[in-house]
C-alpha cells in the first residue's frame, strides 16, 4: 500500500466520523424558538363537587384562537362489539367556538376553555362539579400546531377524603410539563431532549475515541510492518 493511499484511508476515517458527529447533534438539538404544549406533571387532585382546572399552555406564548383545540381521555377505547362506536371528546375547540356535538355527554355543560387568553396559548381546561367518575388522565392536544410537541397530559384525582374547596389550580403554573405515554414525541421536551442529547453525544465521543484508538493501532502496527519489511529488504540487499 503506498503512502497516499494511506493518508487518503485515514483522511477518510476521521472525515466519517466528523460527519457522524455533526449530524447526531443537528438531529438531536433542540429547535430554537419551537412552540411546546405544556401540562402538570403533578396529579390535580379535588373533592367531588369541586370546580377544577386542568393546566395547559403553550410555550412560548402563541395565539391558538384559530386552531383546533381537542380535550379527551386517551385511556377510553370504543366499544370492540359496537363498530359504530366512537371516543367523543370531552371538550372541542374548532372555528373558534367550542363544537358540543362531539362531545361526551357526561361533560355536556361542565367544561369550559378560558376564551380571551387563549391568544396567550393558555388552553386549559375548567370542569364544573366533578364526581368520582371523573378521574384518570386528560389529553390536551393541538393537531394542527407546527411542532413536534403537539399534547400533554394532565392527571385528576377526585378523592372523597379530600375536603372541599373552592380554590382552583393555577392558570399558568410554570414548572407544569407531564409527557404522555401514548405520544411519540415526549411532553417533557426541554429536559428530556437535553438529557437525549447529553446521552448521544456521549456516545459518539466513546465511538470517537474508539474509533481513533482503533485509528491509532493501525497506524502503529502498519508502522512496525514497515520498519519490519525495510530491515528485511535491508539485510537481503547485498553490500558493496
Known amino acids: ?32 424558538g419551537e412552540v411546546l404544549v405544556i401540562g402538570s406533571n403533578l396529579p ?18 402563541f395565539d391558538v384562537q384559530g386552531l383546533t383545540v381537542e380535550w379527551s381521555k386517551p385511556d377510553l377505547k370504543p366499544d370492540p362489539s359496537d363498530r359504530l362506536s366512537r371516543v367523543e371528546y370531552v371538550h372541542l375547540y374548532r372555528d373558534r367556538q367550542e363544537v358540543p356535538d362531539m362531545k361526551m355527554a357526561s361533560y355536556f355543560r361542565r367544561t369550559e376553555l378560558f376564551m380571551d387568553d387563549m391568544k396567550h396559548g393558555n388552553i386549559s381546561l375548567k370542569i364544573l362539579n366533578v364526581s368520582e367518575e371523573d378521574n384518570g388522565r386528560y389529553r390536551c392536544f393541538i393537531p394542527k400546531l407546527q411542532s413536534r410537541v403537539k399534547a400533554a397530559v394532565v392527571e385528576l384525582v377526585v378523592d372523597p377524603n379530600v375536603a372541599k374547596t373552592s380554590t382552583m389550580a393555577p392558570l399558568h403554573p410554570r414548572n407544569f410539563q407531564t409527557p404522555d405515554p401514548q405520544d411519540t414525541t415526549p411532553t417533557n421536551a426541554g429536559r428530556s431532549r437535553v438529557a437525549v442529547v447529553i446521552a448521544v453525544v456521549t456516545l459518539l465521543l466513546v465511538l470517537t475515541l474508539a474509533g481513533f484508538a482503533a485509528y491509532f493501532s493501525h497506524f502503529s502496527e502498519t508502522k512496525s510492518k514497515k520498519q519490519t519489511n525495510t530491515n528485511i529488504l535491508f ?5 558493496d
Open 235 to 239: 539485510l537481503l540487499v547485498p553490500s
Open 44 to 61: 390535580i387532585i379535588a373533592a367531588p363537587g369541586d370546580d377544577v382546572i386542568l393546566p395547559c399552555h403553550l410555550e412560548p406564548t
Open 1 to 32: 500500500m503506498s503512502l497516499n493511499n494511506f493518508y487518503f484511508k485515514d483522511f477518510s476515517f476521521f472525515s466519517l466520523w466528523t460527519f457522524l458527529l455533526f449530524s447526531a447533534l443537528s438531529v438531536w438539538t433542540p429547535v430554537q
